[in-house]
């Protein structure tokens, strides 16, 4: 079926009010476009508003909603937000959708792309694009993400180990090649409202 | 294709109680071969990794003819010879800029890739498995796109004593794998790229234990004399899943399969940009087949998928490839009542998946891909929301 799902007026409003037309609140946010930045031409002026509902709506709900599931039962979920942006593309898409795979693939030579999304950029991608590609092989062979970091092979300090999931304290690890750790834990509770509006509303609006 | 590697024998030769053994360097010629169920598969070994590559190994008979349209078919005949698996095969029919881009594309294209640490010697011989669901937006994408070349994590993997064998499947994609309708889902035939995906893990669980075993070098000194390196095989019990937006949807898909029976084709599951829940709603495209019948003449037609089994590809091929614009295109999973039995997000509310542990993720700014452009005003965002055109 068409996606975007489209959605009735009533409930539509409601989505306005969630989304409220804050340009630096909105996706890319701000950091790194500035505040009062509106996209031109092709994007638009609310670009960013649109941006970040159709990317609540058709993937960062639902991993929220997963995440939430496993761990209520109990279950081990590790879950991420990727936040760096890479080479070849504007500023207006942000970290968006796609580009994290470059990175879980260990692929620094760009192989397949049209520009290498690692062309020009610093150590600390390729860093990442290490601990990143090794977290995953780690949750493959152990699953846990972790575990590969027990023998000491990864130097940097500062990097946080990757926390399952919790109900009551819910976090997620951000990937971002700007931090010195290559990454942070962060709450898992960004436009907490506004995610939970569609959750609510998954089995009768969204058809899901 | 073959390369020569110089590598380590010892040599032994017993000699009444006494066992004795030198280590001695030969070039010797590495082709590695396994042996699956349908036959024997040599496959290439990468001197540059380490690695050996069983390239387009067929999991499932070619869904061509009369088996278009139709879940997946196990292979049934054995091959006497060794069959090559030394190049990706074709991908699936798909559509827009990425698919372009691939060397071919074909009906016949439900082949997998297996990608081995070669001769890994430490103390293993079980490797756990991660399989590869590519993404696509169920309309594009294949295993053989070289931004999925899985050798570099392998051999990451590797490097931090982790190692895994590496597989990546093609399923089909588009009307090919996702046709759906009322009619679609009374003959039992929806879903079937999700099918195929299926039939690959079933193929790894089957076969993917055979991929190992020693490697025999063509040496002179035959009778006293051995390899060490010895390859790995996977363990059919220690497999993860693993995807990318459609293919994590996918990934999820098989967490809620059939409700959450638990197959045991898998032990851990991992997501990016992608959940049981993402993106596409579960109800069939019935405008789109109906559009798709009544330009093939097969509206009137009894049995209306056979008739479209007996229309000419590049027909279909045309058809599908004028009416899908990028993400809006019509064909992906649905509720059929049994591969996908309900809503995702009440099979997920109800417990009802396959308790695995699991990577979830998405990207901070998913939605610039997703969004449409020329958002200007408030009155902009409210139509795209809705579909509806407001007049000021």
């Known amino acids: 079926m068409p996606i975007p799902t489209l959605i009735p007026i009533e409930f539509a409003y409601k989505i306005l009010d969630a989304y409220p037309d804050f340009p630096s609140k909105g996706s890319p946010g701000s950091p790194p476009l500035p505040p009062d930045f509106r996209p031109g031409l092709p994007y638009g002026a609310q670009f960013r508003r649109a941006a970040s509902y159709f990317g609540d709506a058709q993937w960062i709900a639902a991993r929220r909603y997963t995440c939430q599931t496993w761990a209520k039962a109990g279950l081990d979920a590790y879950c991420y937000r990727f936040n760096t942006d890479v080479a070849g593309l504007p500023a207006e898409l942000g970290a968006t959708h796609f580009q994290e795979v470059a990175f879980v693939f260990h692929n620094t030579d760009g192989l397949g792309y049209a520009v290498n999304p690692f062309q020009d950029m610093s150590e600390s991608y390729f860093d990442l694009a290490t601990l990143m590609s090794s977290s995953w092989a780690s949750f493959i062979h152990d699953l846990d993400p972790n575990s590969w970091r027990a023998r000491g092979q990864w130097k940097n300090k500062r990097t946080p180990l990757w926390p399952k999931y919790n109900s009551r304290n819910p976090q997620d690890i951000v990937w971002d090649a700007n931090f010195t750790g290559l990454a942070v834990v962060e709450k898992d509770n960004f436009r907490a409202s506004s995610i939970s509006l569609i959750i609510s509303h998954f089995a009768d609006i969204y058809d899901l | 294709m073959s390369s020569l590697l110089c590598t380590a024998f010892i040599v032994c030769s017993i000699f009444a109680s006494l066992l004795q053994c030198t280590v001695i360097k030969l070039p010797v010629e590495r082709e590695p071969v396994v042996t699956v169920r349908n036959g024997s598969l040599t496959g290439i070994y990468s001197s540059a990794y380490h690695q050996d590559f069983f390239l387009g190994i067929p999991f499932a008979q070619p869904p061509v003819g009369n088996l278009r349209f139709r879940k997946p078919q ?166 993860t899943i693993w995807g990318e937006s459609a293919g994590a949807q996918s990934v999820g898909n098989h967490l809620i399969a059939f409700g959450g029976r638990n197959d045991r084709l898998f032990r851990a599951a991992i997501m990016q940009s992608g959940s049981p829940t993402s993106f596409t709603s579960l109800s069939p495209s019935q405008d789109a087949f109906n559009n798709l019948t009544d330009s093939t003449g097969c509206s009137g037609a009894l049995d209306k998928l056979q008739c479209l089994r007996e229309i000419p590809f590049a027909t279909l091929n045309q058809f599908f490839n004028n009416t899908q614009p990028g993400t809006r295109q019509p064909w992906a999973p649905v509720i059929d009542g049994d591969f996908i039995p309900g809503k995702a997000s009440i099979l997920l509310a109800q417990g009802k998946y396959v308790p695995v542990p699991i990577i979830s993720g998405a990207n901070s700014d998913e939605g610039t891909t997703f969004s449409p452009r020329g958002v200007n005003s408030t009155e902009d965002f409210l139509r795209f929301l809705t579909g509806e055109i407001f007049l000021h």
């Open chain 2, 74 to 239: 196990s292979l049934e005949n054995k091959w006497a010879k060794p069959r090559k698996a030394d190049a990706y095969s074709a991908s699936c029919v798909g559509y827009g800029p990425n698919n372009i881009l691939y060397r071919s594309s074909s009906e016949d294209c439900l082949y997998l890739n297996v990608i081995r640490p070669s001769g890994y010697v430490n103390g293993k011989k079980q490797l756990p498995v991660g399989i590869w669901i590519h993404g696509g937006g169920y309309f594009a994408g294949s295993s053989i796109d070289q931004r999925f070349n899985l050798s570099y994590i392998v051999q990451q993997s590797v490097e931090i004593g982790k190692p895994f064998i590496a597989i990546s499947m093609n399923y089909r994609v588009s009307a090919w794998g996702f046709l759906s309708s009322a009619e679609v889902i009374e003959s039992g035939q929806a879903n079937v790229g999700l099918w195929d995906q299926r039939l690959a893990l079933h193929w790894v669980q089957e076969n993917i234990a055979a991929f190992g075993g020693e490697y025999i070098p063509s040496s002179p000194h035959s009778a006293f004399t051995f390899q060490v390196l010895t390859d790995p095989v996977g363990d059919p019990k220690q497999v």
